[in-house]
């Protein structure tokens, strides 16, 4: 019974996250200097088909009835239409969103996998030289803009080394030879048994996914040592020593072991960060992505597509916490 009651309440937070996502949007939607009539028809429509329009579009009715209408049609996975591509937004979502997961999930695999043994060094470390440097490069990993590093790597390493591939996701002689299943590049190419297009497409992921990861980094890095430093000050870890188990088995094996929860949020929190933080980084490299498409329906103006693609982001942020819930239940006996 209190799991069922357990279920029920996340159930309802979740609908009301949504619910508060939907207003959200919905009155930036109205709030912005916008018109969404002219965008459609254009500067030059006249007034019988301004007003047709805007009775088509639901803009002639209260501001309650809109959101309402607003709402049913977006549980029915109707988003509008793209004044830019003129295809449904949710359309246009589902095509270029892959590029951007693709993006965001190497980012994320290398910053977790750095990010954790840094805070972790730093901590055992701290106030000596190691700690410094870690503490030093995670400063500079937030502080330096993304767009700035990233014209930087493309001029060092494509430009001038001839290191890496250019912008894109893979060259234009491989662009739609591999068809689409998953809408990964690197799984297509796999699945199609195209290594060529496989590795190609691995080279073009190396320098935005090395950008976006160095901010992943610094961010795991710091939370990391912070946790890190908190625990090895607790006296289970004084007892472990005192029992003569090795600083190597006291440092991984036990604090490390019960940070799990918390920099399981951490990670969550970056990837989705990743997700939705990543349109300077798409926008440098042009890499085909959620982050380009919204950049370019904000300058064209289309206001369907710029909060179609925030609603997601949206979404994408309470999916993930909803399973770090989850996996709060599965890895801490103590939540269940």
């Known amino acids: 019974m209190p799991t069922l009651k357990r279920g029920l309440a996340l159930l309802v937070t979740v609908a009301v996250t949504l619910l508060g996502l939907l207003l959200v949007t919905f009155l930036i939607g109205r709030v912005v200097p916008i018109d969404p009539v002219l965008s459609a028809l254009g500067d030059r429509a006249n007034a019988e088909s301004y007003a047709q329009m805007r009775a088509q579009l639901g803009l002639d009715l209260p501001l309650w009835q809109q959101f309402l209408r607003y709402v049913g049609d977006v549980l029915q996975g109707d988003l509008g239409t793209s004044v830019l591509t003129s295809r449904p937004v949710l359309e246009d979502v589902l095509r270029v969103f892959p590029a951007t997961l693709e993006l965001a999930t190497v980012a994320a695999i290398v910053g977790a996998v750095l990010g954790i043994p840094a805070g972790v060094f730093a901590a055992v470390n701290r106030g000596r030289w190691p700690d410094h440097a870690i503490r030093l490069l995670g400063l500079l990993g937030h502080s330096v803009p993304v767009f700035w590093l990233g014209l930087m790597a493309l001029l060092l390493f494509y430009a001038k080394l001839d290191w ?64 890190m430093l908190d625990q090895l000050r607790q006296e289970y870890i004084t007892t472990a020593r005192v029992k003569g188990l090795s600083e190597t088995r006291v440092v991984w094996g036990h604090a490390l072991r019960n940070i799990t929860v918390p920099l399981i949020t951490v990670i969550a929190l970056s990837y989705a960060s990743l997700l939705e933080g990543s349109v300077l980084t798409e926008t440098v490299f042009a890499w085909p992505g959620l982050g380009l498409y919204i950049t370019n329906s904000l300058l064209s103006a289309d206001m369907n597509a710029v909060l179609g693609g925030t609603l997601v982001v949206g979404a994408v942020f309470i999916a993930l916490n909803l399973l770090c819930d989850l996996l709060y239940r599965l890895l801490d006996p103590r939540a269940r």
């Open 164 to 227: 890496a591939p250019g912008p894109g996701r893979v060259d234009i002689f491989y662009e739609g030879m591999v068809d689409q299943v998953t809408g990964l590049v690197t799984v297509d190419a796999l699945l199609a048994g195209e290594t060529d297009i496989f590795w190609n497409a691995v080279g073009h992921l190396v320098l935005p996914s090395a950008i976006l990861g160095l901010y992943c980094v610094a961010y795991i890095a710091r939370m990391t040592r912070g946790f």
